[in-house]
């Protein structure tokens, strides 16, 4: 499966859902849909299926840099991890 990324209005807020792999190539897709979304939009990646190197270290960054991230499987989660320690 491809990267699919959305946004969804249709709630409280707005959220930004990542569908699928998220590596090196989709990383500046990203970046730009998270550069246009409302301000204070969370990042939904309950169905991010995996990542490679480059698509951590880009959610790293914007973790970093105050995005909120909700719904990453723990199967994933510990990418985000390996640097902190």
């Known amino acids: 499966m491809a990267l699919r990324i ?6 409280k807020g707005s959220s930004i859902h990542v569908v699928g792999r998220l590596e090196r190539e ?8 998270l550069s246009a979304a409302p301000a204070g939009a969370a990042l939904d990646l309950s169905d991010l299926m995996s990542m490679d190197a480059y698509g951590a ?29």
Do not use: N
């Open 6 to 11: 959305f946004v969804d209005d249709s709630g």
């Open 26 to 33: 989709g990383v500046p897709e990203l970046e730009g849909v």
């Open 57 to 85: 270290a880009a959610l790293q960054r914007l973790r970093g840099s105050g995005v909120t991230v909700v719904g990453l499987h723990p199967g994933l989660a510990w990418k985000l991890l390996e640097d902190d320690r």
